[in-house]
């Protein structure tokens, strides 16, 4: 692949848009832009050489010359768009998705057409079309697909001076639920420590100002530490007094809910803090102290 590798794009928002300017940056040729958005469209392809084409989503889709066709649309029109695609492509065409949690099986009666298939799903946060265009660069994808497919994904990923790895079709959505461990269910915990903080009267926005140097200072640590050393608080000490005043209070004033997280990633801190240690003093101690609260909890 190359310089006169041919790409049309269905979805133009803000994966899509990013996407196509980046890739027209790259090198390649981007053939159509289908489009529900006609705005976001509009502002994509004044980045692109006046070639590409535009259309509007419909269930008549132009037919497409390209070597590559990508999907970036939201997960329930995959299924959809791929049904339609089936008499508008040409041989020997590479169909990928950029859905995280869907896999290239959506894809099985186009497989079964004789067009190679997969996905490519950037593990990055896109926030806006335009400016997404440059956030590629450095980041993760995970691919998967047929073998053809998987190599035309690398080189479109290497392309954008991406980093590609490549899972089982089978675990995508393991593979997508561990991204929303990260990165969706990081920001709901920040959340928490907030609703904690407003209790102690501290204002929502000054709460966030407050914990952000903390957040990134942790951020730090593990990019050059092991997750064990990366670890700090009351359950890396093994502090059995302190987790016992922070149950008291998280009783007091905030929801079960909440105390059910703090038990539960308790847990997993106290694992990983003893993990590579042995039996440390005061362990069973708040092993047991953790497991009589889950109970009340449950």
Same mark, same amino acid.
């Given at each position: 692949?190359? /310089? ?26 981007? +053939? ?15 980045? !692109?050489? *006046?070639?590409? %084409? ?25 299924? &959809?768009?791929?049904?339609? !695609? ?19 099986? &959506? ?13 490519? =799903? ?9 400016? #997404? ?17 998987? +190599? ?7 392309? !954008? ?6 899972? +089982? ?10 991204? &929303?461990?990260?990165? #969706? =269910? ?21 709460? %966030? ?13 593990? *990019?050059? *530490? ?17 987790? *016992? ?15 059910? &997280?703090?038990?539960? !990633? ?13 039996? /440390?003093?005061?362990?069973? %101690? ?7 609260? %889950?109970?009340?909890?449950?």
């Amino acid at each position: 692949m190359g /310089m006169q590798t041919s790409i049309s794009i269905i979805g133009i928002g803000r994966v899509g848009g990013a996407l196509a300017i980046a890739l027209a940056d790259a090198g390649f040729d981007i +053939e159509y832009l289908i489009y529900r958005d006609p705005s976001t469209a509009m502002a994509v392809s004044a980045f !692109l050489p *006046q070639t590409t %084409k535009l259309a509007p989503w419909s269930n008549s889709l132009p037919e497409f010359q390209s070597d590559v066709v990508l999907i970036t649309t939201a997960d329930p029109d995959i299924a &959809v768009i791929a049904d339609h !695609l089936r008499d508008r492509l040409r041989a020997g065409c590479v169909v990928l998705h950029t859905s995280g949690s869907v896999s290239s099986e &959506v894809f099985a009666e186009l497989a079964s057409d004789g067009f190679y298939t997969g996905s490519v =799903h950037p593990l990055v946060s896109v926030s806006d079309a335009v400016s #997404g265009a440059t956030v590629f660069a450095n980041a993760f994808f995970c691919i998967e697909g047929d073998e053809t497919a998987l +190599e035309t994904a690398r080189s479109i990923v290497e392309s !954008l001076n991406g980093r590609p790895f490549s899972i +089982e079709s089978g675990k995508k959505p393991l593979y997508h639920a561990a991204a &929303v461990m990260a990165c #969706g =269910h990081l920001v709901a915990l920040i959340d928490i420590s907030i609703q904690m903080l407003a209790k102690c009267g501290v204002e929502s926005r000054s709460a %966030k100002e407050i914990l952000l140097p903390l957040i990134s200072s942790t951020l730090k640590n593990l *990019q050059t *530490q092991t997750l064990e050393e990366a670890l700090t608080g009351s359950f890396a000490r093994v502090d059995v007094d302190a987790v *016992q005043r922070h149950l008291s209070a998280i009783n007091e004033e905030m929801s079960d809910r909440i105390r059910d &997280v703090y038990l539960l !990633l308790g847990e997993q801190s106290l694992d990983l803090a003893t993990s590579n240690r042995g039996n /440390m003093p005061d362990e069973r %101690k708040l092993r047991e102290l953790i497991s009589i609260a %889950k109970r009340k909890s449950g």
